[in-house]
């Protein structure tokens, strides 16, 4: 099994839509972040979490909120979906402190907003 | 203003070759450097990484090289197979203080091994 899964792996939406990104791992990991992927842009980093009660705007967070809902769970939300949010969404994990620096990704979500 | 730079967004070798791909970056505060190896609908996979302490470190067939004066790594695969063939993420990491909490990505090389 994955440790690290993201639900669903594809979603079309429409203009106005609240839309709700789910990540699970099961590495025991504190950290975890969200990103997303255009083309030609590499990975931009969204929001990420410490732990439970630590949650910090990334590079690109506006238009995003996101919940941890538990140490092995982390949400990202689009309260009102635009176009320009269409692209791949990644959950990623990483242990605390240093000599951990590598982050562990999922597998995506694709998402399209018409 | 990208910290990190991946300036050739693709790069094709003959398979058995060696391939090269290479990775700039203005911040001389970041001290460790990833590659992140991605397929086609899946995630980015860790491949190899480096410490600014380090300028080279070696897993199989890959080969981290950091130049720190020149701010510049490379990744060597050898010998390169068609298996090789995806987008390859560089990736800096600050040791302390601000941004110590996340990677900083360039935009991928996109590698094509042909048989």
């Known amino acids: 099994d994955a440790d690290v899964t993201q639900t669903p792996r594809n979603r079309i939406t429409k203009t106005g839509k609240r839309i709700m990104l789910e990540c699970s791992q099961t590495k025991g990991h504190d950290r975890m972040y969200w990103y997303r992927q255009d083309p030609g842009l590499g990975l931009r980093l969204i929001y990420y979490s410490f732990d439970v009660k630590d949650i910090n705007k990334g590079e690109i967070s506006d238009g995003y909120s996101v919940s941890r809902q538990a140490q092995a769970k982390f949400s990202l939300s689009l309260e009102s979906a635009i176009p320009n949010q269409t692209a791949l969404y990644f959950c990623?994990?990483?242990?605390?402190?240093?000599?951990?620096?590598?982050?562990?990704f999922g597998p995506g979500t694709r998402l399209l907003v018409l | 203003d990208q910290q990190v730079k991946q300036n050739s967004p693709s790069l094709s070798v003959q398979e058995g070759r060696i391939s090269i791909l290479n990775c700039d970056y203005t911040n001389s505060m970041f001290d460790y450097f990833l590659w992140y190896k991605k397929y086609p609908a899946e995630g980015p996979t860790f491949l190899i990484s480096i410490s600014s302490i380090k300028d080279k470190n070696e897993d199989g067939r890959f080969t981290v090289f950091l130049n720190k004066s020149a701010k510049h790594l490379s990744l060597h695969i050898v010998p390169s197979q068609p298996g090789d063939s995806a987008v390859y993420f560089c990736a800096a990491s600050l040791g302390f203080g601000a941004g110590s909490y996340q990677l900083t990505f360039g935009k991928g090389t996109k590698l094509s091994v042909i048989p």
């Open positions: 990623a994990t990483r242990a605390g402190g240093p000599g951990s620096e590598t982050q562990y």
